[in-house]
């Protein structure tokens, strides 16, 4: 039996009290909003006649220092899926293995209570083609995501690439913001891991209550969060996933078990490849692209405001320019009354943050560095960014 490893608090766990602190690097030096007309340049001579403003059309656009926005190079998301193919033999090995390990890691609401673990079927075909992984933690908004793909059923090895953030508790000054990983693993290693990670995301486990003699509540609770995705393609495209973005608690032990022994497996694949301190360009942008517009804009549920944050922040440090005219979507929803505005302000502002890393100019601060309001410079951020179209595919 092996047992459920947790990373951080738990693999993917953290508080998700703090909002993260703006994180340095891969952004454009930030200007402020620029100043009113009566400071206008003035011109030279005694009669000290002020130079005339060019008009606000012939003004270059703050939001377009680096030029105008790249093409997303993320594919669109296919409108429908294939068939699931009909349910195939399980692996009643790996099967054996999940349960097992889901008993020994479940802990009962109930005195005398007992779990029902069961399997599903997946409709995938027997190879699997890819792989998307993400964890993350809500203390400092940590966020990694990781794809092991092989395009060649015949390959003899995965391609594995990914992106993430540098833990907010390293102590070396010189830790970069971010890091990317290129390697490839062999298939034999990918192979060995997947009928547990296949077993797991088809795992649902049910408490059965003792039918008499209910003497109390053991259920607990904790302040620790988890963010945790797992999806599988095969080859033609039909895919499962899962994820749990919430708490650690009683309430949640069915989402997030599975869930947590699949992260094991896919940990023995990836753990001991080597990040790297490059930029993120090419294959590993794209995977970017790809996993932000699957949370921040194709999902119809939102995740936790500290994952969509942590999504924001590494958009920004990763230099993701491509995604301006979608971080600026967010910002055009208004203040919500309630509890849920605080939630509200938090993604605001990690917008912002990330759009002023993007475009080197911070529509927050007025011209003599002063806060602005939220409102009042989101609007500004989708007045001026908006203008600016991005290149054509």
Known sequence: MRNVRHV????????????????????????????????????????????????????????????????????????????PLPCRASDKAAESSVAAEMRAQFKPTRPGSTLDVSFGCDGLDQPIARLVYERGVGHGNQLEIVQISRPDPAGASYDVIGIRESSPFMSNPKTPPFQVVRAKVPTDAVHARMPFVRAALQTTLREVLPKSGLTGYAAFGSSSTMHALVRIEDAAGRSIEKKYSDAINSDGQGQFLPLLRADAE??????????????????????????????????????????????????????????????????????????????????????????????????????????????AAARDFVAECGKVSPVAR
């Not at 030096?29 to 606000?56: H, L, M, Q, Y």
């Not at 030029?67 to 294939?82: I, M, Q, V």
């Open 8 to 83: 951080g608090v738990v693999l993917v766990l953290g508080v998700a009290a703090c909002g993260g602190a703006p994180g340095a690097g891969g952004a454009n030096p930030v200007t402020t909003t620029a100043g009113s007309a009566e400071n206008a340049t003035k011109g030279a001579g005694d009669a000290g006649d002020a130079i005339p403003k060019a008009p606000e059309s012939q003004q270059p656009n703050r939001c377009a220092k680096g030029g105008p926005f790249p093409a997303l190079s993320a594919a669109p998301k296919p409108a429908t899926e294939p068939k």
């Open 266 to 375: 896919i940990r023995q694949i990836i753990d001991k490849l080597p990040w790297q301190d490059e930029p993120a360009s090419g294959d590993v942008l794209k995977l970017f692209e790809e996993r932000f517009l699957a949370a921040m804009v194709e999902s119809p549920a939102q995740d936790a405001w500290w994952v969509r944050a942590a999504y924001l922040e590494l958009a920004g440090r990763a230099g993701a320019r491509s995604l301006v005219p979608s971080i600026l979507g967010l910002l055009d929803t208004p203040r919500p009354e309630g509890p849920s505005s605080d939630a509200w302000e938090r993604k605001q502002e990690a917008a912002m943050e990330a759009l002023a890393k993007l475009t080197g100019w911070d529509a927050r601060k007025d011209a003599k560095g002063a806060t602005r309001p939220i409102e």
